[in-house]
């Protein structure tokens, strides 16, 4: 198996120890004069995916990872399978996942992430350091529940959604996709497709 992150910012790197023992054998990331992270080289920017494969690359990981960035999140993954390389699953050794969960290909469990019982996770989601997904939960793909957030019980998440650092969603709502729920907003209500909510309780921003 040979494994390239996308990506070597601050998710990047978290990630980069998280996986530890294991090394990643290569970095795309497209900051200038950026030659290696942690002893590990950059090899180019994401324009570089479709050669991968013929360099013998097998797996990649999304090193993406802040708010308002779950389309890019989206793109490079699906960028990623195009060019023949399949997704890998990262899971902390202090993380948490159900035997009864549901976990699609390429999603990553930061330290004391718990994934609760029954709960179906797409593919590409980030349950970031200390989140929680409750039971019966459906996160859609792409999707990041950042630090600390709690998705309560049998909740429904679209794709591509941002649940920003300590942000309770109440149990049983329904988030459309795309939406971003700010840090620390307490979600009561159902959020619409593209809508920022915020606040305690939250509402729509500018509302």
């Known amino acids: 198996m040979k494994t390239v992150l996308i990506g070597a910012g601050g998710h990047g790197r978290v990630l980069m120890e998280a996986l530890l023992p294991v090394r990643f054998d290569a970095i795309l990331d497209s900051h200038p004069g950026l030659e290696k992270v ?41 960028e990623a399978l195009a060019a023949g390389l399949q997704p890998l699953t990262i899971t902390h050794a202090t993380a948490w996942t159900s035997p009864s969960s549901e976990i699609a290909a390429g999603c990553q469990f930061l330290p004391r992430a718990v994934v609760h019982t029954r709960a179906r996770l797409e593919a590409n989601v980030l349950v970031n350091t200390a989140a929680v997904v409750e039971h019966d939960c459906h996160i859609g793909a792409h999707s990041h529940i950042a630090t600390g957030a709690l998705i309560c019980g049998n ?6 959604c941002h649940i920003g650092a300590g942000a309770v969603i109440r149990q049983g709502l329904r988030l459309g996709s795309g939406c971003l729920v700010a840090a620390g907003a307490v979600v009561v209500k159902d959020v619409e497709d593209g809508q920022t909510v915020l606040g305690v309780p939250a509402r729509p921003q500018n509302d």
């Open 155 to 160: 909740v429904m998440i679209g794709e591509s």
């Open 38 to 78: 942690f002893g590990v080289p950059v090899i180019g920017g994401d324009d570089k995916l479709a050669q991968l494969a013929g360099l013998g690359f097998t797996h990649f990981v999304i090193g993406v990872g802040s708010a308002r960035c779950c389309t890019l999140r989206a793109r490079l993954f699906r």
